[in-house]
Structures are given as C-alpha cells and as structure tokens.
Nanobody, 119 residues
Framework: QVQLVESGGDSVQAGGSLKLSCAVS????????MGWHRQAPGKERELVSG????????RYADPVKGRFTISQDSAKKTLYLQMNSLKSEDTAVYFC????????????WGQGTQVTVSS
C-alpha cells in the first residue's frame, strides 16, 4: 500500500512562495505518475501538476504554469511543489496523489495540507 504524507502548507501573502513536500512510502515501483491536486472551498478537486516516474515528463494546469514547479528526489520518495508568485486564488487544500501503472486515475491520496494566500 502506497502511503503519502504532505507537509509545508502555510499562510502567506500574495506574491510570496511556498514549497510543499510529500513523503512517499510503500511499493514505489508500482507507481507511474505522481501529482499535486488542490481543492478550494466549494470547488471540485483539480489537478495542479503531475510528473511521470518513468520519463520525468511533467504537466501543469494552465493557472499555475510559469509559477509552480513539480519535482522529486532521485529515489522518488519525496515529491515537491515549489509555488511562486502566489495568488489568493491559489488558496486551497493541496493533496499529493499517486497513480498506479495501468490505472486510469490517481488512486492513492495524502491527507492534504492547507495553503492560504492573503491579498
């Protein structure tokens, strides 16, 4: 069973930066993609960014392109999300997620970490 534990959420001023971390444990070999999602109050959960474990390809949602950077350590045991130029609309609970190889959707989730951006 893959387990994910996020950290790094905080309250910041607009224009500031935060770096989220996600500790990954369990059968990492079974995971083909890691991702960060977020859910703002009253809104659906959305994919923010993803990174493939096999070739390192990354993808970003349009609202965060150029501001957020996803990365992972060489052992793929820690996933990061560097968030710069934060905006109030980035306020949400951020979730780390993992997708098994062959799966259609992300099936493993962390508990979430709150990011609050004040203007």
């Amino acid at each position: 069973q893959v387990q994910l534990v996020e950290s790094g959420g905080d309250s910041v001023q607009a224009g500031g930066s935060l770096k989220l971390s996600c500790a990954v444990s369990g059968p990492i070999w079974s995971i083909c993609e890691m991702g960060w999602h977020r859910q703002a109050p009253g809104k659906e959960r959305e994919l923010v960014s993803g990174i493939r474990n096999d070739d390192g390809n990354v993808r970003y949602a349009d609202p965060v392109k150029g501001r957020f950077t996803i990365s992972q350590d060489s052992a793929k045991k820690t996933l990061y999300l560097q968030m710069n130029s934060l905006k109030s609309e980035d306020t949400a609970v951020y979730f780390c997620a993992a997708k098994r190889c062959g799966a259609v959707s992300f099936g493993y989730w962390g508990q979430g970490t709150q990011v609050t951006v004040s203007s």
